[in-house]
């Protein structure tokens, strides 16, 4: 979850051209983060308590962050991602005539 929180502060620093929502990594980052700190609650809860209903609650919510996180990483292959393109091409304006200079010879 850590590394998920700082790929989000570093993208969120760098990224200024388009959306984050817009890319791929972005929804699959929140698909498992939704799903790594589901079971880390999960975990942690359900060793703590002895109460049925409880855990049968605990349990419900674990099925839906599973759903949510099934949910999000399928629909994160749908996104559509915008291809940055690559600039090559170094244009000179036609206006600028560099062949036509010719340096005055002061050395003469």
Avoid at 71 to 89: G, P, T, Y
Wanted: proline letters at 4%; charged letters at 15%; hydrophobic letters at 45%.
């Amino acid at each position: 979850m850590i590394v998920i929180i700082y790929y989000f502060y570093e993208k969120m620093k760098t990224e200024v051209l388009r959306p984050l929502y817009q890319s791929i990594i972005f929804w699959l980052c929140v698909g498992l983060f939704i799903y790594f700190s589901g079971n880390f609650f999960y975990l942690v809860l359900i060793q703590s308590t002895n109460d049925p209903i409880l855990i049968n609650q605990l349990r419900v919510i674990y099925s839906i962050v599973t759903i949510t996180k099934n949910v999000l990483l399928s629909f994160s292959f749908f996104a559509n991602e915008i291809k940055e393109r690559v600039v090559n091409d170094f244009n000179i304006p036609d206006e600028i005539n560099l062949d036509s200079f010719h340096p005055k010879s002061t050395f003469s």
